[in-house]
T-cell receptor
Framework: EAQVTQNPRYLITVTGKKLTVTCSQN?????MSWYRQDPGLGLRQIYY???????DKGDVPEGYKVSRKEKRNFPLILESPSPNQTSLYFC????????????????FGPGTRLTVL | QKEVEQNSGPLSVPEGAIASLNCTYS??????FFWYRQYSGKSPELIMF????GDKEDGRFTAQLNKASQYVSLLIRDSQPSDSATYLC?????????????FGKGTLLTVNP
């Protein structure tokens, strides 16, 4: 089954304790992205990746890191989480990074609900 | 002006009615437009995409795009209680290297039995 998976789905942690949220897709997609969703603020992009070893900042990158060592995986790293990073996180992927219309539909993972105490 | 604007709702319609959801965007060069449905606590799921001016129909859903007015809408015919969700409008911005989607904040739709 074609899908985007995220782990963990739920996480409660404490301020300053490094954590990684994994994202994996089995569709051979080039483009991957991380979003956070907060009430009243909608979905906001954190980081994106056009392909392996190519990553760049989105709208709200502060406090996050990413890497793209393999095409299928795009982990999100919080090196020193803070309470303002409590949110619902989504990973998404799309076939193309070139912008051609047939490849730009983004498919979302199931989400990771993170609480930082 | 916000990049992608939607009425937050809630929009309440009776079962069987037509629900009309609207979205405006600010980047005149935007080329790709998407409607996602999101149930509470779940991930967005794609309903439709549209690239050309006019209407695009898929089952009970019709997307309408008017690039001159920078307006995209979603009509849901024969609304069902299972259609109750938040509907997100997303626009792919033109230019640059980030083919990200910019999302509106969503419209909450409630279909009453």
């Amino acid at each position: 089954e074609a899908q985007v998976t995220q782990n963990p789905r739920y996480l409660i942690t404490v301020t300053g304790k490094k954590l990684t949220v994994t994202c994996s897709q089995n569709m051979n997609h080039e483009y991957m992205s991380w979003y956070r969703q907060d009430p009243g603020l909608g979905l906001r992009q954190i980081y994106y990746s056009m392909n392996v070893e190519v990553t760049d900042k989105g709208d709200v990158p502060e406090g996050y890191k990413v890497s793209r060592k393999e095409k299928r995986n795009f982990p999100l790293i919080l090196e020193s989480p803070s309470p303002n990073q409590t949110s619902l996180y989504f990973c998404a992927s799309s076939l193309e990074a070139s912008g051609r219309w047939w490849g730009d539909t983004q498919y979302f993972g199931p989400g990771t609900r993170l609480t930082v105490l | 002006q916000k990049e992608v604007e939607q009425n937050s709702g809630p929009l309440s319609v009776p079962e069987g009615a037509i629900a009309s959801l609207n979205c405006t965007y600010s980047d005149r060069g935007s080329q790709s437009f998407f409607w996602y449905r999101q149930y509470s606590g779940k991930s967005p799921e794609l309903i439709m995409f549209i690239y050309s001016n006019g209407d695009k129909e898929d089952g009970r859903f019709t997307a309408q795009l008017n690039k001159a007015s920078q307006y995209v809408s979603l009509l849901i015919r024969d609304s069902q209680p299972s259609d109750s969700a938040t509907y997100l409008c997303a626009v792919k911005k033109s230019g640059g290297s980030n083919y990200k989607l910019t999302f509106g904040k969503g419209t909450l739709l409630t279909v009453n039995p």
